[in-house]
């Protein structure tokens, strides 16, 4: 198992930044990938950002592209999110998840190719 830790959500002011940390713990060798995704209220979970692990190769949702910056400290076992110039849109709540799937079934946008989960923390953005 896999045991991810969020943290770094908040209020904050639009055209501000915030750096969300999900470090993780567990059966770390498994893991293939690293994903970011929020969820507004009343919305569906969208995907933001991810890395596979070991390649380092991220990828973005077209729409994420700019503002939001997913880094990643593989000695500290955690991924970042940072999401500059935010906006009150961006107010959701932002999750982290691994994918410890043998090879890419739906792909790393899809939130189905994840299998662990954080817990989630609140971004809220004030106009």
């Known amino acids: 198992q896999v045991q991810l830790l969020m943290s770094g959500g908040g209020l904050v002011q639009a055209g501000g930044s915030l750096k969300l940390s999900c470090p993780f713990s567990?059966?770390?060798?498994?893991?293939?990938?690293m994903g970011w995704f929020r969820q507004a209220l009343g919305k569906e979970r969208e995907f933001v950002a991810a890395v596979t692990w070991r390649g380092g190769q991220t990828v973005y949702a077209d729409s994420m592209k700019g503002r939001f910056t997913l880094s990643r400290d593989n000695a500290k076992n955690t991924v970042y999110l940072q999401i500059n110039s935010l906006k009150p849109e961006d107010t959701a709540v932002y999750y982290c998840?691994?994918?410890?799937?043998?090879?890419?079934?739906?792909?790393?946008?899809?939130?189905?190719?994840?299998?662990?989960w954080g817990q989630g923390t609140q971004v809220t953005v004030s106009s």
């Open positions: 567990g059966r770390t060798s498994s893991i293939y990938a």
């Open positions: 998840a691994a994918d410890t799937q043998s090879g890419v079934q739906f792909g790393l946008r899809s939130r189905y190719e994840y299998d662990y």
